[in-house]
């Protein structure tokens, strides 16, 4: 903006070079009287003065104090400002005692020092605050008279995050949004205020306070905020038809800061998201940081969300292998940008060849190894029987062969809640997996290990990504039954766990991700509608398809009888005991499924599986099934 108030650091400079002489004047002012100056002490002030301006604005240069825009100062540079006038004041010393010690002057009052010490301090942060204060003001008036249309802005969450928002929304007056007050439920921070604005209530306040401050706009400013919080401004705002926006959630911001350029609106992963939990960072560094990870499936959603995290972790390399080039080809430049010191390869390969992915392992030699690549679309796996066999379970068979052969430590494989008591191929399949994974681990005595988890909010083929394309097609949602339920979690949450869980590993462990509560298919749908602005019922209708096969009503994570242990981690349980089929039997199985799929064997396949896997009630399907949309 051409109003927007600028000082070009040259002024600052000459700023500096006046203060410095007025801080050595007052410095032997203050100490002395006029008269014993001129008298005694007139070479000493004259020295002083000159040695300041040579040694403070030097090092006042070297240490950046010229090339800060100053409007934008912070707690940062004041420390710095702290640190170069002290380390210039201690030059300034020595050399002043030295020269009194050698007789260039012989009357000089030691104290003179510590009192120009200080007022350097005061003096040089004084200039650059002080210019702070006078943009932020200049700003102001320079953006009066474009805020005709200003909004007012209620902000929730008294924190860091609230703060920022604020600090932002008050500078920028082109962005013609005013805070009018925050709200938090820390009694504390009642009738306090941030930057000039005030706490004026308490959440349960928000319909009372947004029609007596006349609120045009909400922001959510709490990353970690529960889904509860999230909901009940949703609702307020809904009821008061005005917009609101939120910061991202914290596993989105892993890696990052909070900014509020991030402002996004709500989503229905802010709806559902539980509080946050933290990281072990200890045991996730000992696993990731220098050393080779490669990830399968990694131009997937939940393959990208591992690399985005893992990269954080600065491991030696981090090796992308997939199928999809373009997949590939992406998570490749994105990890690329945000991480450019980091070595990344990217690796197009198929787990169903052998032979590949042998070569592969040859090349890159990984010691730590994420299997995420899998056929995962229920109903589109229930009339692919085979490919969903050759890739579920002949590519694991295939990673793990390879994990062998080349001595990888740890092998974590991401598998799914469809696979207890499965009604699927998708859910059977991966149950194979799993138990490939497992017996491998026991046979080797090496860290492989499996995690389980729900549905992941957003990931490709999902039920919101759909919904939200039939909303904005005007509807009808299509929902498959009234009372069908699921897990649900976001994908940086999920990605957040997996890592946690590969840091317990030691080896044979299936461990269980805390998804919560269960959260019915209709209510997803209603809060999606509700978040576009319109009424479940009046604007958009909601119609009930019937269940597919391969679907159940609800799913499992773990299954009846097992025995769980705690981890240090809340979130994150350890399945333990030995499946039923292992060792010999097992690779007898898996290799007569493999003979079967590349047969076209598909009837055969689901006998088999109902057969060797627990509970398993998969029935063959009729393409229609696969077209009905849930």
């Not at 249309?149 to 949004?177: H, W, Y």
């Not at 391969?550 to 809340?570: A, Q, V, Y």
Request: aromatic share 8%.
């Amino acid at each position: 903006m051409k109003n927007k108030f600028n000082i070009r650091n040259r002024y600052v400079l000459i700023g500096d070079a006046i203060l410095v002489v007025v801080s050595v004047l007052s410095a032997y002012i203050l100490r002395l009287e006029l008269i014993e100056i001129f008298s005694n002490y007139y070479l000493s002030l004259l020295w002083m003065i000159g040695l300041s301006l040579v040694i403070k604005i030097t090092v006042y240069f070297l240490f950046g104090l010229y090339r800060r825009m100053w409007i934008y100062a912070s707690m940062k540079e004041l420390r710095l400002v702290l640190v170069a006038v002290s380390v210039a004041s201690a030059l300034l010393s020595a050399l002043m005692l030295l020269l009194f010690r050698n007789r260039y002057f012989i009357s000089f009052p030691r104290s003179v020092l510590i009192i120009d010490w200080i007022q350097s301090i005061i003096f040089v942060g004084g200039l650059r605050y002080g210019l702070r204060m006078f943009a932020e003001d200049w700003n102001k008036i320079s953006g009066f008279g474009k805020n005709a249309s200003q909004r007012n802005v209620l902000i929730i969450g008294a924190g860091d995050a609230g703060e920022l928002v604020a600090k932002e929304l008050l500078k920028n007056a082109q962005l013609n949004l005013k805070p009018v007050g925050f709200l938090d439920d820390n009694p504390d921070k009642f009738k306090q205020q941030i930057h000039g604005v005030p706490v004026i209530g308490k959440l349960r306040d928000i319909s009372k306070i947004i029609e007596s401050k006349m609120v045009n706009e909400v922001i959510i400013a709490i990353p970690s905020g529960s889904g509860g919080v999230v909901r009940s401004v949703s609702d307020a705002c809904h009821r008061s038809h005005i917009p609101f926006r939120t910061m991202p959630g914290l596993y989105e911001l892993l890696g990052g800061k909070v900014s509020v350029s991030r402002l996004r609106e709500v989503d229905i992963a802010d709806l559902l998201q539980r509080e946050p939990t933290n990281i072990d960072d200890k045991v996730v560094g000992e696993v990731l940081k220098a050393k080779k990870v490669l990830v399968t499936g990694a131009g997937g959603s939940i393959g990208i969300e591992l690399c985005r995290q893992i990269a954080r972790w600065e491991p030696s390399e981090l090796i992308l292998l997939g199928h999809g080039e373009n997949s590939i080809f992406e998570a490749y430049l994105e990890i690329n940008e945000n991480y450019p010191n980091l070595k990344i390869s990217a690796s197009i390969a198929d787990i169903r060849d052998g032979n590949r992915i042998e070569q592969e392992f040859s090349k890159f030699k990984p010691q730590v190894v994420f299997h995420a690549a899998a056929h995962k679309h229920v109903p589109l796996m229930e009339n692919n029987i085979e490919d969903c066999i050759l890739n579920n379970i002949l590519g694991t068979k295939n990673i793990i062969s390879s994990c062998l052969n080349h001595d990888v430590k740890k092998l974590v494989l991401i598998s799914t809640d469809k696979a207890i008591r499965p009604v699927s191929m998708m859910g059977a399949s991966k149950r194979l997996a799993e138990m490939l994974v497992l017996d491998a681990a026991i046979n080797s005595k090496r860290a492989y290990s499996v995690v389980r988890f729900g549905n992941v909010l957003g990931s490709r083929g999902s039920v919101v990504p759909l919904f939200k394309r039939q909303i904005a097609h005007g509807g009808p949602v299509t929902v498959t039954h009234p009372k069908m339920k699921r897990y649900f979690m976001t994908i940086p949450e999920a990605v957040h766990l997996v890592l946690q869980a590969a840091g317990f590993g030691k080896g044979g462990e299936t461990f269980i991700l805390n998804m919560g509560q269960q959260v019915k298919i209709v209510d997803l749908a209603e809060d999606l509608i509700k978040l576009s602005g319109l009424e479940p019922g009046r604007d958009i209708d909601i119609v009930f398809s019937g269940i597919r096969k391969g679907e159940k009503l609800s799913e499992d994570l773990w299954n009846d009888g097992r025995h769980f242990n705690k981890t240090s981690h809340p979130d994150i349980y350890s399945e333990q005991g030995q499946e039923e089929l292992c060792g010999g039997a097992l690779s007898e199985a898996v290799e007569e499924l493999i003979d079967m799929a590349e047969a076209g064997s598909g009837e055969k396949i689901i006998n088999k599986l109902n057969k060797i896997i627990p509970n398993a009630e998969i029935k063959k399907s009729m393409i229609n099934d696969i077209l009905k949309i849930n």
